[in-house]
T-cell receptor
Framework: DGGITQSPKYLFRKEGQNVTLSCEQN?????MYWYRQDPGQGLRLIYY???????QKGDIAEGYSVSREKKESFPLTVTSAQKNPTAFYLC???????????FGSGTRLTVV | GENVEQHPSTLSVQEGDSAVIKCTYS??????FPWYKQELGKRPQLIIDIRSNVGEKKDQRIAVTLNKTAKHFSLHITETQPEDSAVYFCAALWAGSARQLTFGSGTQLTVLP
């Protein structure tokens, strides 16, 4: 899967629940990113991390949290504070050898 | 920060015709411009990119042109085929925040057989 794995592929959340989306990469990339994509729309940056133990808010960070305890892993938690979490979530990474991003296959989150 | 605008939002062409998608960016310090193709329900895939030190780059049926003065870049697809149907995103690397790409809103390309 191109070295970056997202799981699960589909996730259902009940109202008031926190859920965590997994993103793991074996590309030895320093930087990792989380994007949200709504139907028919572009990619909006939620959080990004340039290095282990450091991360920055993107354009739509409210209601989300992340951690970066290991270089390979950048999990995203969708908290109950996120009022409209139904979307397609994409994780990406980039390394020093190339400026483009490698994307994971995405997680489709639905509130039930 | 950077702002990227992409046009058109939808584009339909006949098979064999050419398709052109245009993007403009706001930060003159941006220096890397990739294009991604996303098929329905799948991940975006990098199809071509260009750095600010060149004006044009080609890879078989696809090409990208960059006009730094006007701050716009375009994707050109020639001899379109039905499998080219997808959403295409442009992006610009904002030099003010290392490695952070700003994406355009996407173009839904439909190639009619």
């Amino acid at each position: 899967d191109g070295g970056i794995t997202q799981s699960p592929k589909y996730l259902f959340r009940k109202e008031g629940q926190n859920v965590t989306l997994s993103c793991e990469q074996n590309l030895n990339h320093d930087a990792m990113y989380w994007y949200r994509q709504d139907p028919g729309q572009g990619l909006r940056l939620i959080y990004y991390s340039q290095i282990v133990n450091d991360f920055q808010k993107g354009d739509i960070a409210e209601g989300y949290s992340v951690s970066r305890e290991k270089k390979e892993s950048f999990p995203l938690t969708v908290t109950s504070a996120q009022k409209n979490p139904t979307a397609f979530y994409l994780c990406a990474s980039s390394g020093r050898e190339a400026w483009g991003y490698t994307f994971g296959s995405g997680t489709r989150l639905t509130v039930v | 920060g950077e702002n990227v605008e992409q046009h058109p939002s939808t584009l339909s062409v006949q098979e064999g015709d050419s398709a052109v998608i245009k993007c403009t960016y706001s930060d003159s310090a941006s220096n890397y411009f990739p294009w991604y193709k996303q098929e329905l329900g799948k991940r975006p895939q990098l199809i071509i990119d260009i750095r600010s030190n060149v004006g044009e780059k080609k890879d078989q049926r696809i090409a990208v042109t960059l006009n730094k003065t006007a701050k716009h870049f375009s994707l050109h697809i020639t001899e379109t085929q039905p499998e080219d149907s997808a959403v295409y995103f442009c992006a610009a690397l904002w030099a003010g925040s290392a490695r952070q790409l700003t994406f355009g809103s996407g173009t839904q390309l439909t190639v009619l057989p």
